[in-house]
Every structure is written in structure tokens, then in C-alpha cells.
């Protein structure tokens, strides 16, 4: 019998979002089997390796969960979807600076791109505590601050009530679970979610066709940002390298996984390098002082449709992030934020000044636009499923 929704959620939601353990960079072991048989379709070129998984996969709990993503019906106040902020044209991001939940509460930070999730060590920006996808969907759905969805264990019977009455559900809930006799449980909910998430992979950009040979739409100046991106004077490959364009990677290939944040120097507020409360990044869960402004290294993978950047959204564009990098730091010169990332004591070592012509800028960007797998955008796969 699948659990009913219980406080035991609650404090499993209120733990995971408030986290006070010690656990960043250090080394973990995964020794997880591969669950995903079946016919779940994971759609990856020959050298990719496959993710880590640790529930099982079926085409029918994808099928449900890409229903349950689009359905405003899965909130408090019937007005959100997981698409309201995670939209496809956008690489699964939304194109705002910070999200907004249902009831108009602003989030502290970004909207991040549901690009190959199923490979990240731990999700969000910086919860060393969230490394797996059935957790995470639990945090926009019943988190109290910031509201998102807005569910609570109060309007909870509405919600499963609202889905439960449409009369799609009732066969996508049989198919992905043909042993449960009760249907939109929460448990059903956060699974089939997870495993729509977990398939939204994107490997089939410009970049990498050329890497498979075909090199039509890779332009010389792509060419050319390659070869700065993965170069010493930029050392941009050092938080963004590998197939995923991450360092926080992780599939079946890996014995030894690091959970590993960085701090970019956006931020510097006292001359001691605090960063704006609320927006502290890992030292939020661990109240290590130099975990202060360390966040996730996201994908890059679509970045050029995923503006606004950083944990904040405060760049605009792919250019004003490289010239904030190449000053080695974020430079404010006046106001509540006032302060010089360079000179940031907890920044990465990697982040360093360099000098860099509008030319190459240019390149770099191109590099990254190169990275767009337009097929990922118009993937009818992926596409809201609803009339």
C-alpha cells in the first residue's frame, strides 16, 4: 500500500532544506546497481556512460510523471506547474532572475536548467545533503520558505483529491504502478516525477556532432572558444570539464565521487567575503566560514538559453560572466552589495585575472553556443502533454 502524506514528509522536506551536516568535497563511494532495465528509454549517444540510479525506471512512470510536470493542478492553489519555472524552450529554466512560486513569493535564487540531472552529485545550487532526484522533488512541492508549489498537509487531500478526478491519471497511474490500488499518492507523485526529470538528457548539441565527426555547424570562431575554454589563461574547464560540462558529475563509470562547490568571487559585502544572507551558498548547511559562497558548478550544457546567470541571476548575459571572471571577481562599487570579489579570501585559486579582447569574448561565447541541442528544446519526449 503506498504511504499517504504524513508529517514524516514534512520534516524529511525541512531537514534536507536546512541541512547542518559537514559533507562537501569529500570523497564518497557509489556502489549502486543499475535499476533502469526494463524499457526505459535513456536515448544516449555510444560514449556516454549511463547515470547512477537507484529506483526503478519504466517508460510508463515517465509518461505519468511528464503529465504530473505540466499540471498546474499539482499545487496549493491550483496556479503552478513544475513547467511554470522549468520551461523546455529554456533548457527547463525560466528565463527570470530569481523563480517565483505560486502565491507570489520570490525565491532567493535562480531557476536552475533540468539539463542531464540524472548525472548531477547533488542538486540545487548548494545542498550537500540532496544527491538524489526522488529527494529533491519533494523541496518545490511541500517547502514552506520559500513557498513554491505551495502543498501542505493542510490542502494536500485538495490536491491528490484534484489530480485523482482527472480521468487521464487513472490509466497513466495503472500502467506505472500496476500494483498500488490507490491512485496520486504521494509517493506515486514523487517517483514518476523523478524518473521524467532523470530522462530529460541532452547530448546532441553542435559540439558534439563535431566531436563525432561532422563538424557543418561548429564555426571557426567555436573553434577558437574551445580551445580558450579548455585552456590555462581562462581555466574555465576547471569547474565546467568533462561531457557534462560540470565537475559535479557522476555516473556508473565512477567509483570515487567528489561533492565539490566553488566560490567565483561574486560577492565580497565586509572586505571578509560574506555574501549576502540568505544567498551563502554551502556554508548555509555547513557554518564552516570557508564554505561561505560556494555553490554547485551547473551544466553547461544549453547555457546560452538559460540567461539569467549564476546562483542569483545578477548577470544578464554569457559576456558580463566572463568579464566578471577575467576581473577575478565581481566588482560592486557601490550600494548594499558593495565589494570587490577579487579580493574575496574564500575564491576559488583557479579564479584569476586575465586579460581578454572583445574578439575572444566573442569566441568563447560562441563556444558555448555551441553547446545548444536544439533537438533537447523541441523534443516532443519532453513537450506538455496536455491539450
Given at each position: 500500500?503506498?504511504?499517504?502524506?504524513?508529517?514524516?514528509?514534512?520534516?524529511?522536506?525541512l531537514?534536507?532544506?536546512?541541512?547542518?551536516?559537514?559533507?562537501?568535497?569529500?570523497?564518497?563511494?557509489?556502489?549502486?546497481?543499475?535499476?533502469?532495465?526494463?524499457?526505459?528509454?535513456?536515448?544516449?549517444?555510444?560514449k556516454?556512460?549511463?547515470?547512477?540510479?537507484?529506483?526503478?525506471?519504466?517508460?510508463?512512470?515517465?509518461?505519468?510523471?511528464?503529465?504530473?510536470?505540466y499540471?498546474?493542478?499539482?499545487?496549493?492553489?491550483?496556479?503552478?506547474?513544475?513547467?511554470s519555472?522549468?520551461?523546455q524552450?529554456?533548457?527547463?529554466?525560466?528565463?527570470?532572475?530569481?523563480?517565483v512560486?505560486?502565491t507570489?513569493?520570490?525565491?532567493?535564487?535562480?531557476?536552475?536548467?533540468?539539463?542531464?540531472?540524472?548525472?548531477?552529485?547533488?542538486?540545487?545550487?548548494?545542498?550537500?545533503?540532496?544527491?538524489?532526484?526522488?529527494?529533491?522533488?519533494?523541496?518545490?512541492?511541500?517547502?514552506?520558505?520559500?513557498?513554491e508549489?505551495?502543498?501542505?498537509?493542510?490542502?494536500?487531500?485538495?490536491?491528490?483529491?484534484?489530480?485523482?478526478?482527472?480521468?487521464?491519471?487513472?490509466?497513466?497511474?495503472?500502467?506505472?504502478?500496476p500494483?498500488?490500488?490507490?491512485?496520486?499518492?504521494?509517493?506515486?507523485?514523487?517517483?514518476?516525477?523523478?524518473?521524467?526529470?532523470?530522462?530529460?538528457?541532452?547530448?546532441?548539441?553542435?559540439?558534439?556532432?563535431?566531436?563525432?565527426?561532422?563538424?557543418?555547424?561548429?564555426?571557426?570562431?567555436?573553434?577558437?572558444?574551445?580551445?580558450?575554454?579548455?585552456?590555462?589563461?581562462?581555466?574555465?574547464?576547471?569547474?565546467?570539464?568533462?561531457?557534462?560540462?560540470?565537475?559535479?558529475?557522476?555516473?556508473?563509470?565512477?567509483?570515487?565521487?567528489?561533492?565539490?562547490?566553488?566560490?567565483?568571487?561574486?560577492?565580497?559585502?565586509?572586505?571578509?567575503?560574506?555574501?549576502?544572507?540568505?544567498?551563502?551558498?554551502?556554508?548555509?548547511?555547513?557554518?564552516?566560514p570557508?564554505?561561505?559562497?560556494?555553490?554547485?558548478a551547473?551544466?553547461?550544457?544549453?547555457?546560452?538559453?538559460?540567461?539569467?546567470?549564476m546562483?542569483?541571476?545578477?548577470?544578464?548575459?554569457?559576456?558580463?560572466?566572463?568579464?566578471?571572471?577575467?576581473?577575478?571577481?565581481?566588482f560592486?562599487?557601490?550600494?548594499?552589495?558593495?565589494?570587490?570579489?577579487l579580493?574575496?579570501?574564500?575564491?576559488?585559486?583557479?579564479?584569476?585575472?586575465?586579460?581578454?579582447?572583445?574578439?575572444?569574448?566573442?569566441?568563447?561565447?560562441?563556444?558555448?553556443?555551441?553547446?545548444?541541442d536544439?533537438?533537447?528544446?523541441k523534443?516532443?519526449?519532453?513537450?506538455?502533454?496536455?491539450?
Open positions: 500500500m503506498p504511504r499517504a502524506l504524513g508529517l514524516g514528509l514534512f520534516a524529511t522536506v531537514s534536507l532544506s536546512v541541512n547542518s551536516c559537514r559533507n562537501d568535497s569529500s570523497t564518497i563511494i557509489r556502489d549502486e546497481i543499475d535499476h533502469a532495465s526494463g524499457d526505459f528509454r535513456w536515448d544516449l549517444p555510444a556516454i556512460p549511463r547515470p547512477i540510479v537507484t529506483q526503478p525506471m519504466s517508460e510508463a512512470k515517465f509518461e505519468l510523471g511528464r503529465h504530473l510536470f499540471d498546474v493542478r499539482l499545487s496549493g492553489n491550483g496556479t503552478m506547474s513544475c513547467a519555472c522549468h520551461q524552450d529554456k533548457a527547463f529554466s525560466d528565463g527570470r532572475r530569481v523563480a512560486g505560486s507570489g513569493q520570490s525565491h532567493p535564487r535562480n531557476a536552475q536548467a533540468l539539463v542531464n540531472v540524472a548525472y548531477n552529485v547533488t542538486l540545487t545550487w548548494a545542498n550537500p545533503a540532496l544527491v538524489t532526484v526522488e529527494q529533491q522533488v519533494f523541496i518545490p512541492l511541500f517547502g514552506e520558505d520559500p513557498v508549489h505551495g502543498i501542505t498537509a493542510g490542502n494536500w487531500p485538495e490536491v491528490s483529491a484534484r489530480l485523482a478526478g482527472e480521468p487521464r491519471y487513472a490509466p497513466l497511474v495503472a500502467a506505472a504502478f500494483e498500488d490500488d490507490v491512485v496520486m499518492t504521494e509517493a506515486q507523485i514523487g517517483d514518476a516525477l523523478a524518473v521524467f526529470v532523470k530522462g530529460l538528457t541532452s547530448f546532441d548539441s553542435a559540439y558534439d556532432r563535431r566531436l563525432a565527426g561532422d563538424e557543418a555547424e561548429f564555426s571557426e570562431a567555436a573553434r577558437r572558444g574551445e580551445a580558450l575554454f579548455f585552456g590555462e589563461k581562462m581555466e574555465c574547464f576547471h569547474c565546467h570539464g568533462g561531457y557534462n560540462f560540470s565537475d559535479s558529475t557522476a555516473d556508473q563509470t565512477m567509483t570515487f565521487i567528489n561533492k565539490v562547490f566553488h566560490n567565483t568571487g561574486l560577492y565580497n559585502l565586509d572586505g571578509a567575503g560574506q555574501y549576502p544572507t540568505g544567498n551563502r551558498g554551502l556554508f548555509e548547511s555547513t557554518g564552516v570557508s564554505d561561505m559562497g560556494r555553490f554547485r551547473p551544466s553547461l550544457r544549453n547555457v546560452a538559453k538559460t540567461a539569467p546567470y546562483h542569483d541571476g545578477s548577470f544578464a548575459s554569457l559576456e558580463a560572466v566572463l568579464d566578471s571572471y577575467a576581473a577575478g571577481g565581481n560592486i562599487a557601490s550600494g548594499p552589495l558593495q565589494g570587490d570579489g579580493k574575496n579570501p574564500y575564491k576559488d585559486w583557479f579564479v584569476t585575472v586575465f586579460s581578454m579582447s572583445s574578439e575572444e569574448r566573442a569566441d568563447v561565447v560562441a563556444f558555448l553556443e555551441s553547446l545548444t536544439d533537438g533537447f528544446l523534443n516532443p519526449r519532453f513537450a506538455n502533454p496536455w491539450p
